[in-house]
């Protein structure tokens, strides 16, 4: 059934995905993908004859409506065989939800945008990083530059690390004004606007297919209604920031416990195929391999609890404060990552070598960490809220 006939289906009488045997393909898919850095359009045509492009768009435009709780299950599975895939798929889910949520964009640009996804599987992701201004959760102003003209603007300037970059339909692109005094926004740009081309830029340890390369952007008109919220530094109202940020832990934490779980899922297996002829026996069955993963099962059970308890509560209109969702974010990752490494240490020469998929899980669950909230900020927002809640005592009641 293709995705267009899925839509049309009440909600309730749609099929589940098949996901016995979706994710094998896809896993299969990503290993090829990992190996030479290409793009795994294949994995995104499978995705969208399943529905799940558009599983947070509103119901209203066909979509599914889904919360963060199904999108994080979602996300969490094709993680396990495709890192890469989930990515994306997790920036699309969480980009279209925002989109639903946002009065930043007209009602029928929000419509069209949607549909896109729902009809056609057209994958949407904000570009916001330079190389001078880095990620700009740390301040500054864009370098890429949005100047007035007649019935909109000319938009220009260079995203790095742009997830997604082949396969997306949509840029909304993070710019300042060139107007006297600078406002900042975002510009939803159709991909296939002229000016606009992507440099294969992205050759990294992990998430090789991701296709996060340069997209630059060269004098790309983009008309009035296309055109976000601008506003002056510092001026106007704050962004609510707890619900991104919570769809952000969740759906990160959500990915990278599911790389951890193959890894989990291939070390056991490895445990019990394998067996030493000092041994006669399978290391399965030497407590210290049992000991070990069960130091694995015990981080991929407390991050399942995390996952699901931000994504319940955030379901339910009572996220955590975005502070909080950084340090869970930073909580869940580093667990992953310590997931894998016991895997890769209990499986010596063999979990790093190219003929085994334990080494793709490793190199891939790395970058966990380097998604924003990176640690420094994490820790800092965590550490400063913890100061501004207690108040310091006089001096005299202080001891040392």
């Not at 795994?40 to 558009?54: H, K, T």
């Not at 396990?80 to 007209?106: I, N, P």
């Not at 490895?270 to 070990?292: D, I, K, M, N, Y």
Request: aromatic content about 4%; proline content about 8%.
């Amino acid at each position: 059934m293709t995705a267009l006939a899925l839509a049309s289906l009440p909600l309730e009488t749609r099929p589940s995905p098949d996901w016995d045997s979706l994710i094998p393909l896809l896993r299969d898919a990503g290993a090829r993908h990992d190996r030479d850095g290409s793009f795994p359009f294949d994995n995104f045509s499978r995705l969208q004859e399943a529905g799940l492009l558009g599983l947070t768009v509103p119901v209203s435009l066909g979509g599914q409506g889904a919360g963060l709780t199904e999108s994080a299950d979602v996300v969490g599975k094709v993680g396990e065989a495709c890192a890469s895939t989930a990515l994306v798929l997790a920036m699309q889910l969480g980009k279209q939800a925002a989109l639903a949520r946002s009065s930043a964009y007209t009602p029928a640009l929000r419509d069209h945008v949607g549909r896109e996804a729902v009809q056609q599987g057209a994958l949407l992701n904000a570009l916001r990083v330079e190389k001078e201004l880095g990620s700009p959760t740390r301040g500054g102003l864009p370098a890429a530059v949005a100047r007035r003209v007649p019935g909109g603007w000319r938009v220009s300037g260079r995203k790095i690390y742009s997830t997604g970059a082949p396969g997306l339909a949509w840029f909304e692109v993070l710019c300042s004004t060139d107007e006297d005094t600078p406002r900042i926004g975002t510009f939803l740009v159709p991909a296939v606007a002229p000016g606009i081309r992507i440099e294969e830029s992205w050759d990294q340890l992990g998430l090789r297919a991701s296709g996060s390369h340069d997209v630059v952007f060269d004098d790309v008109f983009v008309s009035d209604d296309h055109a976000g919220i601008l506003t002056a530094p510092g001026k106007g109202p704050p962004p609510r920031e707890d619900i991104p940020a919570a769809w952000n832990a969740a759906l990160l934490g959500a990915l990278y416990s599911g790389v951890a779980r193959a890894a989990r899922d291939w070390i056991a297996q490895f445990l019990h195929a394998r067996v030493p002829a000092s041994l006669g026996a399978p290391l399965a069955t030497l407590p210290r391999a049992q000991e070990a993963l069960g130091e694995i099962e015990a981080l991929l059970i407390a991050n399942a609890r995390l996952v699901a308890s931000i994504a319940r509560d955030t379901d339910a209109g009572t996220p955590p404060s975005s502070v909080e969702s950084g340090a869970l974010k930073l909580t869940l990752t580093r667990a992953a990552v310590e997931a894998v490494r016991i895997a890769t240490t209990l499986a010596g020469n063999h979990g790093f070598s190219r003929h085994n998929p334990l080494e793709r899980h490793w190199r891939d669950v790395q970058c966990g960490l380097v998604h924003v909230p990176q640690t420094d900020s994490a820790c800092i927002g965590a550490g400063r809220a913890r100061l501004a809640a207690t108040p310091p005592r006089p001096a005299r009641e202080v001891t040392p």
